[in-house]
Every structure is written in structure tokens, then in C-alpha cells.
T-cell receptor, first 113, second 113 residues
Framework: GESVGLHLPTLSVQEGDNSIINCAYSNSASDYFIWYKQESGKGPQFIIDIRSNMDKRQGQRVTVLLNKTVKHLSLQIAATQPGDSAVYFCAENMSLNDYKLSFGAGTTVTVRA | EAQVTQNPRYLITVTGKKLTVTCSQNMNHEYMSWYRQDPGLGLRQIYYSMNVEVTDKGDVPEGYKVSRKEKRNFPLILESPSPNQTSLYFC????????????FGNGTRLTVT
């Protein structure tokens, strides 16, 4: 079946470096994507979203890139900080009439001091 | 403060003893949903509701019930809990607008022995 998945379950990053978290999706009908951050003991927190008519969207220290040709989504975090340590999920909404999101398994990001 | 509130945060119970996990949101959101989170499986949708008195099954509804008598509340009911329902549960809500991100509660960790 089609699903949202992440390339790597864990990512270790030096503080101050840029982080890149990847997500592959297989459903070409997906037209809305979201990145969530989940800190220990908390629920997922919305970071940034992107629609399929866009290739790139920037937020505060974060950028999401969408490559529809290879069905790839990435989240870039600039100047990674200790507070960025968390599990990051990508999620997709597969149709205009469906409010349900499908989530990937997550990437655990650990920031080294 | 805009938030989704779940109670309790932690719950240990025995097989077969009915329990209810409450969820309340103060954002006047039409859409509410319950997810369970298990290692390696990501977030899976249990039930969702698009408005008062309207509920639908998600991907893993077996063993669960929900109700939506008021817009702000969406309780999750386990009539006869079993050990395979041991999990971390999240309630979420959003506006009923396409591409409106979900807001999550901080989770309820349930253990069924």
C-alpha cells in the first residue's frame, strides 16, 4: 500500500550545523504535506506545511522542500539548537475531500553540544 | 491559551475494565480525531469527527468507541480494554478547512495488564 515514510530513523547533528530530514511518499495524489515536531512527553507540534503547487516554503529557521518528480519531502533546520532535539514526522493529506493525515514513522534528531 | 487537553496523562488498568479518556479543545474546531502511537508504527487514526453527532472510523477502530455530543469534547471509550491497546494516545483537532493543520494534545499513556 501507499504510505508516508522517512529515510532514516535517527539523525545526529552538531549544534550550529544545518539539519536535513527526509521523507519519501508514494502516493502521487497527495497534495498537502506537514512537518510535525514531537518532544519527549508532548504531542506533535505543527512546524510547517506545503501544498503540492509549491516547491519550497520557508519559516523561521526551517525550510520545507517538495520534489514531486521523485516524491520526496525534506525539512531543513538552520543552525540547529539543542531545543531542536525531538522526533520529526512528515504527514500527507491525500485528497481534497479527505481531512485524514497519514503519518510517517518519524526521525529522531539528536543535537550534540 | 489555545489548546487540546487530554485526561488522564497516565492510566494503568486491567483487562476488561471499561475506561474513558477525555479530550477537550477550546479553539471552536469542528474536526477532532484520536490517534494511537506505537513504536515503529507512527501515528494511526482510531476515530474522527467532523462535527457534533458525526463520527467515523479511522484505520484502527476495533475495540474503541467515541462520542461527540458537544463541539469541544471528544471522549475515547474502551469498553473492554485488552493488553494490545497498551499505547500512547493523542487527541487532535482542527478547523474543517482543507489544509488546516491538526493541533495535538499532550497524550495519554495507557497500560492494560
Amino acid at each position: 500500500g501507499e504510505s508516508v515514510g522517512l529515510h532514516l530513523p535517527t539523525l545526529s547533528v552538531q549544534e550550529g550545523d544545518n539539519s536535513i530530514i527526509n521523507c519519501a511518499y508514494s502516493n502521487s495524489a497527495s497534495d498537502y504535506f506537514i512537518w510535525y515536531k514531537q518532544e519527549s512527553g508532548k504531542g506533535p507540534q505543527f512546524i510547517i506545511d506545503i501544498r503540492s503547487n509549491m516547491d519550497k516554503r520557508q519559516g523561521q529557521r526551517v525550510t520545507v522542500l517538495l520534489n514531486k518528480t521523485v516524491k520526496h519531502l525534506s525539512l531543513q533546520i538552520a543552525a540547529t539548537q539543542p531545543g531542536d532535539s525531538a522526533v520529526y514526522f512528515c504527514a500527507e493529506n491525500m485528497s481534497l475531500n479527505d481531512y485524514k493525515l497519514s503519518f510517517g514513522a518519524g526521525t529522531t534528531v539528536t543535537v550534540r553540544a | 491559551e489555545a489548546q487540546v487537553t487530554q485526561n488522564p496523562r497516565y492510566l494503568i488498568t486491567v483487562t476488561g475494565k471499561k475506561l474513558t479518556v477525555t479530550c477537550s479543545q477550546n479553539m471552536n474546531h469542528e474536526y477532532m480525531s484520536w490517534y494511537r502511537q506505537d513504536p515503529g508504527l507512527g501515528l494511526r487514526q482510531i476515530y474522527y469527527s467532523m462535527n457534533v453527532e458525526v463520527t467515523d472510523k479511522g484505520d484502527v477502530p476495533e475495540g474503541y468507541k467515541v462520542s461527540r455530543k458537544e463541539k469541544r469534547n471528544f471522549p475515547l471509550i474502551l469498553e473492554s480494554p485488552s493488553p494490545n491497546q497498551t499505547s500512547l494516545y493523542f487527541c487532535a483537532s482542527s478547523l474543517l478547512e482543507y489544509n488546516s493543520p491538526l493541533h495535538f494534545g499532550n497524550g495519554t499513556r495507557l497500560t492494560v495488564t
